[in-house]
């Protein structure tokens, strides 16, 4: 079969830097601030859920809304869960026509709230059931078709047998984050699993887990060759992390650097959680979930305090007091 080469979601010779897809956090008020401020060089929607079976609201009309093939200049990846190659190539057909352009399938989700099916890393447990789903999924694709996968499913192994599927399947990229569905968050993600895929397989590799530092993203590149890295829970608590790697800040900010970043981050968040999503609490709650990934014990008093806030007007005074 001949390759036809389909635009990748970002800019030709380039190490991309990405947002992860992250339920409840990259939200598109969140997508906008990193666009303005720290600007990755490509955004992934929070994984939309596609309805199993027979049905007419095969996504959500939420989700719907979001279809599109840049935000803010920027290529926008929109990330599909389920299980079942119709309900899951049906999604795919409905997000085009909506105005994705950049599709992504999700085999990594170890918290499936879905009880009717297998979905995200959970489908890693049959994996019999790719050798349908993804060619399936290609036939359909128009624009590039990515797949983000843990390591395996309970085996950190079992990532290279699902190579040549993919090869053969024509898909575009793969993200990778190296620790298994079972596992969880626990332990490390083991970028060694990242470098022995770079070197088996031809597909750009996207790098993914535990990059929390400029000296970490530069290890794991030298390291595993990978194509560029995506970056989850490290950039939430640190959006500057962008610009760090980039070398287009410092490398470990000082605590004058890191307050100041913090009061700009927090305020913005309020201003545009609360154009968003209706309720005090609920938008105390949205900006207390980014608070969550952060550990700074500089600045532990103040986070607390933070946390324990029940208004918004008490949170921005002491957002404001970050010193
Ligand atoms: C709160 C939370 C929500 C997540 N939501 C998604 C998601 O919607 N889609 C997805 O593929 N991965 C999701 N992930 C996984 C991240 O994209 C990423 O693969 C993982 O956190 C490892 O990268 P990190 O160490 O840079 O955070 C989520 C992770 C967390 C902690």
Redesign the pocket.
């Known amino acids: 079969m001949n390759h036809q080469p389909r635009p990748l979601p970002w800019p030709d010779h380039s190490t991309p830097l990405m947002l ?7 939200n598109q008020a969140l997508r906008s601030l990193f666009a303005g401020w720290v600007r990755p060089d490509t955004l ?1 929607t ?2 939309m859920r596609v309805a199993p079976g027979e049905t007419a609201k095969r996504l959500s009309a939420a989700d719907l809304r979001e279809m599109a093939p840049a935000e803010h200049g920027i290529p926008l990846v929109v ?1 599909l ?1 389920g299980h079942g190659t119709e309900a899951l190539v049906s999604a795919a057909r409905i997000a085009q026509q909506n105005g994705a352009t950049h599709l ?1 399938l ?1 085999l ?2 170890p918290f499936g709230r879905m009880t009717t099916g297998l979905t ?1 890393g959970g489908i890693l447990q049959r994996p019999e059931l790719l050798q349908e789903l993804v060619p399936a999924l290609r036939s359909v694709i128009d624009g590039s078709f990515s797949i ?1 996968l843990r390591a395996g499913y309970d085996d950190p192994q079992q990532i290279y047998s699902l190579l040549p599927l993919f090869e053969a399947a024509q898909v575009d990229f793969l ?1 990778l ?1 190296p ?1 298994t569905v079972t596992q969880e ?1 626990q332990g490390t ?1 083991d970028h060694g699993v990242t470098a022995r895929v770079v070197r088996e397989t031809d597909l750009p590799v996207i790098a ?5 530092t400029a000296k970490a993203a530069r290890r794991v590149l030298e390291q595993t060759g990978a194509a560029g890295l ?7 608590a640190d959006p500057l992390l962008f610009q760090r790697i980039r070398g287009q800040a410092a490398s470990e900010p000082d605590r004058a650097e890191r307050a100041a970043m913090l009061r700009l981050y927090l305020s913005e968040l309020l201003k545009r959680y609360s154009a968003l999503f209706c309720g005090e609490q609920q938008i105390l709650g949205k900006v207390k ?1 980014v608070l969550a ?1 952060m550990d700074d014990p500089a600045f532990a008093k103040q986070f607390k305090a933070l946390k324990k806030a029940r208004s918004i007007t008490h949170f921005s005074d002491l957002v404001q007091s970050l010193a």
Do not use: S, W
Not at 20 to 26: D, E, I, N, R, S
Not at 230 to 236: D, E, F, H, N, W
């Open positions: 992860a897809p992250m339920q409840g956090l990259t992934f929070e994984f990330q869960i992504n999700n990594g989700c995200g983000k993200v984050h620790r968050y993600a993914n887990g535990d990059i929390r995506m970056l989850g829970r490290g950039a939430i979930t990934t």
